[in-house]
């Protein structure tokens, strides 16, 4: 991330550092910030006390990411999200393994600004505010982060606008106002398969433990991943991992042995032959890449 994008994070965020984010993969806009720990904890997360200068939403994906004891039952195609107002003290608990979930920073500006729409007092305060959205809210969570990544003409007004939605789609959830979800079953399942690797992509993972994720068969879990992916459950699974060994080969903080184990994979060897055949170079090649920076 350049300078500028970091002063962006911490218009949101507060005083955080680069090396804050090693573990976090972030995308931004003016206004706002979406970041989920990757491959470890986010440092400034489990900061004790910290603050937030803008409103900030915590979207879990799976039961193991809560950080709250839900208040209510999560049925089916819903996620729960809590909320924190700015500048109120909190911080998250450091366990055995950290948590992917997707935290949502929206500046005091574009929420409040946006929440006038929905009523003239201002918000309450907000400490662990809990609520519910529809699995499809996950579509605008995503195209943001594809814009973002992708860099197509237009970005900039595109991540405006999906923000905008996205900020409505939280303010209707906080006061209860949520559509009915017309979200298609097999992206769930997909989505839910996903969210599993991404947490526990170090671990054995095989199609029938994925299968079970998604509570479907192993045929029909291939043939509905192949669909919504272009890619087998298993050609994902090892996107991903490289992906993950590559945040951590940037930070330069671990021998590539480990970041292979760590990262899912059986041998160095195994990991070398992957990673040369997605990045087109050797893991000791990329690493040195960022000997610069």
């Known amino acids: 991330m350049d300078e500028k994008e970091l002063l962006k994070i911490r218009s949101l ?26 491959v470890g904890f986010c440092e400034y997360a489990i900061t004790p006390s910290h603050t937030h200068p803008s409103y900030s939403f915590i979207l879990y994906l799976t039961e193991e990411t809560i950080l709250v004891q839900p208040e209510f039952e999560i049925s089916e195609g819903q996620f729960l999200v809590t909320a924190i107002s700015p500048n109120l003290p909190h911080e998250e608990e450091k366990a055995d393994l950290f948590r992917r979930y997707i935290a949502i920073m929206i500046s005091k500006y574009l929420f409040e600004s946006i ?16 609520f519910l ?5 996950l579509q605008f969570i995503n195209r943001f982060m594809s814009e973002y990544d992708n860099k197509l003409p237009g970005r900039d ?15 209707r959830g906080l006061l209860g106002r949520n559509l009915l979800s017309g979200y298609g079953s097999g992206r769930l399942e997909i989505e839910k398969v996903i969210g599993y690797m991404n947490q526990y992509f170090g671990e054995k993972l095989t199609i029938k433990k994925l299968a079970a994720v998604a509570n479907i068969s192993e045929s029909h879990l291939i043939r509905i991943f192949k669909k919504e992916t272009a890619m087998s459950p298993l050609e994902y699974l090892i996107k991903l991992r490289i992906n993950k060994a590559k945040k951590l080969l940037r930070n330069r903080n671990l021998r ?5 184990f760590k990262c899912g994979f059986n041998s160095p060897s195994n990991f070398s032959s992957s990673f040369i055949k997605h990045s087109g170079m050797t893991p000791s090649d990329y690493q040195k890449s960022f000997d610069g920076e």
């Open 256 to 260: 590539i042995t480990d970041i292979s």
């Open 157 to 171: 007004n595109m991540l405006k606008s999906i923000s905008s939605i996205i900020t409505h789609e939280l303010i």
């Open 115 to 130: 929440y006038l729409l929905y009523d003239m007092q201002k918000p309450q305060l907000y400490n662990w505010k809990q």
């Open 13 to 38: 965020v507060g005083n955080i550092t680069r090396n804050n984010l090693k573990y976090v993969d972030c995308y931004i806009s003016d206004d706002l910030g979406i970041f989920i720990p990757s």
């Open 133 to 137: 959205v529809e699995s499809e809210f």
